[in-house]
């Protein structure tokens, strides 16, 4: 599966302003960057890191104030993913056979307070046996009960405010799913993302959860194929994996997103409930 | 500086229960482990781990439905201190400076929402120069704002509470310096210990902010000399780093905790805002 | 349907306070007061006093510090209550032909953020044609939704932190059933009383919806037959009706509550989702 | 003091809608209306009518769905104020010695939270003796602690949200002085109106608090002088007191504000902490 990706995003600097971007496409076993070029517009230095076992590569850079300056990226991207069946998980793995980096991806977070949903997540999907079964039926709450608002939420909402509020965008799906499989004692993690026929395009956010040893992606807004996915960072919620964090005083003036899809013969991939097929990008 | 440390726990369990502990001294370069011991009683296979970049030992056991064990952990650990001079400290170190494993501490966490409190951070503390001025004036406020109450607050209590609420325990005290120091862009993280002279005896929360390279103490509660305490964990906050966590039906009947100092001429260490002297445990 | 309420608090007063109580059955065309008695002991001068066009009859009292004092409150009542067949009220009264005193009663207040619940609100219960039949499908989802965990709230707790956690006592079953009806352009309030058979014994909340012209009577809680209820006081929520509202620092020490019925053939009244039947105290 | 005020707003209709409008000028003692005038273009049917003891003259509309509306009110008002010496002010009125009708001023209520802002309005403002200083302390720190950014905030937003935020409009600043006050049993209410040399014209709102007798108003914001006010209604806060709440859906498209002196001799009037004078609109 390849893909052609790109971002164009522009800001207006005030003050010197620090950025941290997450916006390449991530290596992974499965996902390998055929070529790519990050652009800079007028040049600044960057600086490319990472951190959290390699999960996402920030980009970083310093902006000096009453300037603007654009960023641009595109790659060509070679994805791969496993269909894996799921019909034997019949149970969440035991917390105390999880392997210790995993353990995190249990604990709550900044926009998804799991030990806040635990009656809540119990009762509604808690005699479920099949572990991919109860996330699906998750991913499946969410979309008949949570609007997809555009605009309705902020960069402060959280899967608290969600599960009340019962509007949303990506960002927000994927949170509260999150933490409804935290509340479950499911480990599961925030993934953002470029994604194949999303309209308006856009960078998109999903979650994966921990099933059978495996991260199996789902997607409660069903607004892409889950095959159209090219993988930019993990994380535990978008405090870790946010397309920009900004120090200073700056705002964007311009976002452009595309992805594409250079298979003759790309097959969108949905979950079907019966089939209990689980896709994992790993 | 020699302490002898010792925990016991005790637990009913009403159905099968996974825990996952944290009350090992942690082994670093400025902390090493003379002797210890671990009990549980009655035996239960444990194992121990650890993530998160080697800030804490973790320790996992199971237990079966309708029974009570008790873990008992006893060591003698030698901590070394050191004390570092802040009054070069004059700017937080540029985010586009830190390095790449530091970041996540700039970033807001379950009970550290500090993407909520950056005008109350910046009206309060923004214009003291010194960061460790800075943060000495964030324990100063929070020790003269919030008011110490045994039992005022529980396992879902945040940052963003006891600003208003203005009550609460160390692990409270330790989420609102935490959060307000990143809301500066100071990178904080929570840590739990051993503390000497604590009254009454009990595990001990407080925090570390990142300042010129090091990470250097802080404790808004005043309750203990800071050069008294043991090491167990750092973490994002509390959900990383809390002395148990619990996954399945129990409840703890009974603790005991002890921290005694083996030195005969142990000097308490506290800060005073005119010498800008940072410990730091690192 | 005669009724022997009693209710006795002791407090224990540390600093000089006022207290405003809610004890006394509100005398109504349907209730009236066949006896009744106040003591407080040691005596203190009290106030009986009524605002929210009479829909209480508050009583007040200054007590001195480091006092003690109980209150015991004894009457017998004589309520009458219609049935009234729901079966043609098929759409909520217009706001616009709302009597202007109903009108608060579609309001958010303190304990029922109705504004936050107004997707949820209409997403779950929004197709239900006939009003009655609308809130009594709230109820029952409160009551198959929300555990009833004597202690698991406090007199912070709101309709909006029950959604979400689902879990509280009586007061919290009412608040969301006001917060869920107001969200659907539906009067309601709070109500406060005696409770023939609730076991233990305590003070009891439930709430009125207004539909068809007529205050109607529904309990989440499933605790009691509608028909055991003494009206002690109406208002928007606890706020407005809290059994005691004290003003200086006290605190209760000792409470006993009891109605018990004086009528040899008391015949438990329950609501049945296919007989449409509402019960009114107006 | 004669104002000549005008409000004229236009809503687009998308479903049949009910309108409560609050924009006339009330008639009390001491404001009286010299000529007034509603007109609605197209003519639609309304009713007046009022509640909360006529601290508001409501005015109803019932739209058509896929219509266009505008009201226009205009008014030429008489409105006399006092200016009463504070100095003996020295303590709160005893919840004991208070009016019923005043009781339900001291409660939490939707917007203002009293209940959990006690300890910080303690610790803030609780020794400050005379309550009409106390309140103008409450002021002062509000708008020295919060910034009036527009747009910041929307109509959920709450005392419990700005005390942490810190930022917020008219609205907010009044919600926030108003729990304060609360929370330090001082009664307080919402109010809403027109105000002179409001800069851009729009609605204003600020708030009374009960003070030896007399509401007497405040305005954290310091946008206007204390005389240029023209009250519209008083409510426990804007859950009582809103312009418009629309039962149904529909969107405002245009508003317009005016309020002109017709005085030649308009003496701005602010308050002083020095000379401790209150001014009543009573």
Redesign the interface.
């Known amino acids: 599966m390849k893909f052609k990706i790109h971002s164009d995003i522009t800001y207006q600097v005030m003050s010197p302003t ?1 950025f ?1 971007f997450n916006v390449h496409a991530l290596r992974t076993e499965s996902q390998h960057i055929l070529d790519e070029s990050l652009i800079v517009t007028p040049p600044i230095e960057i ?1 490319e ?4 076992s390699g999960t996402s590569r ?1 980009v ?3 902006a000096t104030e009453n300037t603007t300056f654009s960023m641009s990226y595109t790659a060509t991207v070679d994805t791969q993913y496993k269909v894996i069946d799921q019909r034997q998980e019949l149970e969440t793995v ?3 056979d999880l392997d ?2 995993i ?2 991806f ?5 926009y ?2 799991s ?3 635990q ?2 997540a119990y ?1 509604e999907f808690g005699k479920i046996e099949n572990v991919y079964s109860k996330v699906l039926a998750i991913t499946d709450w969410i979309y008949n ?1 949570v ?1 997809y608002i555009s605009g309705s939420t902020n ?2 909402t959280s899967a ?1 405010d969600t ?5 949303g965008v990506c960002r927000d799906f994927a949170h509260l799913g999150i933490a409804l499989c935290r509340a479950l ?1 499911i480990p599961a993690r925030y993934f953002t993302g470029y994604a194949f026929k999303l309209n308006p395009p856009d960078f998109h956010a999903c979650f994966e959860a921990y099933i059978g040893g495996n991260w199996i992606i789902f997607d409660a807004t069903r607004l892409v194929p889950l095959n159209g996915l090219v993988k930019i960072a993990t994380g535990r919620d978008a ?2 994996a946010a397309v920009a ?1 900004i ?1 200073g005083n700056a705002s964007s003036t311009n976002m452009h997103v595309e992805c594409a899809s250079l298979d003759t013969d790309f097959t969108p991939f949905w979950y079907d409930k019966n089939s209990l097929k689980g896709l994992s990008f790993q």
């Open positions: 620090t941290i600086e890191f990472s951190y959290n920030f970083r850079l310093k035991p917390v105390v210790g980096d353990i995190p249990l604990f709550p977070s900044r998804c307070q030990d806040k949903l009656k809540l009762k009960n609007e960069s402060q608290f599960i009340t509020e019962r509007a004692s405090a870790d964090s120090f």
